[in-house]
């Protein structure tokens, strides 16, 4: 008889799992401006530099790490976001996996700079292949900046898997324009190439939306607000006549996160009934509400699909309250700036 299992060692396991975490430049994008929002910043800036191909940059003003954690942070399943399994059930964090920088920091060159309030130096830390190649002090501002640099430079089957810049670029937009709807009130900036892309003033949710989208959106937003004991419901929907061909403006967010949905996507148009031209979709910004005990968020690496408890009812409501306010729109339309 002979032995011949053995466990991975690290390099090679966070390697694998980057292969669920991080599909494309994107992926990486997303994890960053969470984690930034999760460290409670004002003021979050993303640089890019061809299509994040070669540098995936995020700058935040958030609480920093002290120099132990700025280590801890690229270890597998290491996280200051939850610490037992029932919290799992009642996660208020947009991360708790703890594997996104272990995963980054397994297929790409990282340099982390971050410095707490608190203390006069900060931590700089390069990081190559999940091996860590320098550790500084330096004197830096409060916050952190995680610069993510040459992607997938050791799985070159996975870099050349990459699309064109102008269609990661789209991907990366599509995840900036989701954070940077689910927090109105938190400042963005993107720079792509040394051009500004986005700049977006700390605001409220119809202004953030007319500045993602154009001046144009103002006039067709519907106010929804409705409070229930299950679910608060909150946002807007463009009115029918602006409904297009193409899908894209769609977006839920489920305790200020961006979520997939086609059964409640069905409960919109379901409630805009009658109102839409035949294979034409409505825009919609709906932001939901509901008990953090009430949602699974573990289903997927990704956290974009969740299960819900009370789907049943979350349906029967949005249905009912998004078809109330179009109904309203039509007596009075509301056009108050200040929402
Ligand atoms: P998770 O977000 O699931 O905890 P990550 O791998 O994304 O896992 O991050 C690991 C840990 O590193 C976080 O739990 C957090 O403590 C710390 N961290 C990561 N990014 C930042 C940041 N921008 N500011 C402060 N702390 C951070
Ligand atoms: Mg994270």
Same mark, same amino acid.
């Given at each position: 008889m002979s032995d011949i299992i053995q466990l991975l060692p690290d390099h090679v396991a966070n390697q694998i799992a980057a292969g669920e975490v991080v599909q494309r430049p994107a992926s990486v994008v997303k994890e960053l401006l969470e984690n930034a929002i999760d460290a409670g910043s004002t003021n979050i800036k993303l640089l890019l530099k061809d299509a994040g191909k070669t540098l995936i940059q995020v700058i935040d003003n958030g609480k920093g790490m002290s120099t132990t954690d700025a280590r801890m942070s690229?270890?597998?399943?290491?996280?200051?976001?939850?610490?037992?399994?029932?919290?799992l059930f009642n996660l208020?964090?947009?991360? !708790?996996?703890?594997e996104a920088l272990a995963s980054i920091a397994a297929i790409a060159h990282v340099e982390l700079k971050t410095k707490q309030d608190s203390e006069e130096l900060g931590t700089c830390i390069k990081i190559e292949g999940s091996k860590i190649v320098s550790q500084d002090f330096i004197s830096t501002s409060k916050g952190t900046s995680i610069a993510v640099k040459n992607l997938f430079y050791n799985i070159p089957a996975r870099r050349n898997f990459l699309k064109s810049d102008t269609v990661e670029t789209r991907h990366i937009i599509d995840e900036f324009q989701r954070v940077a709807l689910a927090h109105p009130n938190i400042a963005f900036l993107m720079h792509h190439n040394d051009n500004e892309v986005y700049h977006l003033k700390s605001s409220n949710l119809r202004k953030r939306i007319v500045s993602v989208f154009g001046t144009k959106m103002n006039e067709k937003l519907v106010p929804i607000n409705e409070q229930t004991d299950i679910v608060g419901i909150e946002g807007f929907v463009a009115k029918p006549? !602006?409904?297009?061909?193409?899908?894209?403006?769609q977006f839920f967010f489920v305790n200020d996160r961006f979520i997939k949905s086609s059964y409640l996507n069905h409960a919109v148009v379901n409630a805009f009934d009658g109102l839409l031209e035949q294979g034409s979709h409505p825009s919609y910004f709906l932001y939901l509400t509901v008990p953090?005990?009430?949602?699974?968020?573990?289903?997927?690496?990704?956290?974009t699909e969740i299960k819900f408890d009370n789907e049943k009812a979350l349906y029967a409501m949005l249905r009912a309250t998004v078809k109330h306010s179009l109904g309203q729109y039509n007596v009075a339309p509301v056009l108050d700036f200040n929402r």
């Amino acid at each position: 008889m002979s032995d011949i299992i053995q466990l991975l060692p690290d390099h090679v396991a966070n390697q694998i799992a980057a292969g669920e975490v991080v599909q494309r430049p994107a992926s990486v994008v997303k994890e960053l401006l969470e984690n930034a929002i999760d460290a409670g910043s004002t003021n979050i800036k993303l640089l890019l530099k061809d299509a994040g191909k070669t540098l995936i940059q995020v700058i935040d003003n958030g609480k920093g790490m002290s120099t132990t954690d700025a280590r801890m942070s690229f270890e597998r399943h290491a996280t200051s976001k939850i610490q037992k399994a029932e919290d799992l059930f009642n996660l208020n964090t947009k991360g !708790f996996r703890g594997e996104a920088l272990a995963s980054i920091a397994a297929i790409a060159h990282v340099e982390l700079k971050t410095k707490q309030d608190s203390e006069e130096l900060g931590t700089c830390i390069k990081i190559e292949g999940s091996k860590i190649v320098s550790q500084d002090f330096i004197s830096t501002s409060k916050g952190t900046s995680i610069a993510v640099k040459n992607l997938f430079y050791n799985i070159p089957a996975r870099r050349n898997f990459l699309k064109s810049d102008t269609v990661e670029t789209r991907h990366i937009i599509d995840e900036f324009q989701r954070v940077a709807l689910a927090h109105p009130n938190i400042a963005f900036l993107m720079h792509h190439n040394d051009n500004e892309v986005y700049h977006l003033k700390s605001s409220n949710l119809r202004k953030r939306i007319v500045s993602v989208f154009g001046t144009k959106m103002n006039e067709k937003l519907v106010p929804i607000n409705e409070q229930t004991d299950i679910v608060g419901i909150e946002g807007f929907v463009a009115k029918p006549e !602006f409904s297009k061909r193409k899908r894209g403006e769609q977006f839920f967010f489920v305790n200020d996160r961006f979520i997939k949905s086609s059964y409640l996507n069905h409960a919109v148009v379901n409630a805009f009934d009658g109102l839409l031209e035949q294979g034409s979709h409505p825009s919609y910004f709906l932001y939901l509400t509901v008990p953090a005990n009430t949602i699974d968020i573990n289903i997927h690496p990704t956290k974009t699909e969740i299960k819900f408890d009370n789907e049943k009812a979350l349906y029967a409501m949005l249905r009912a309250t998004v078809k109330h306010s179009l109904g309203q729109y039509n007596v009075a339309p509301v056009l108050d700036f200040n929402r």
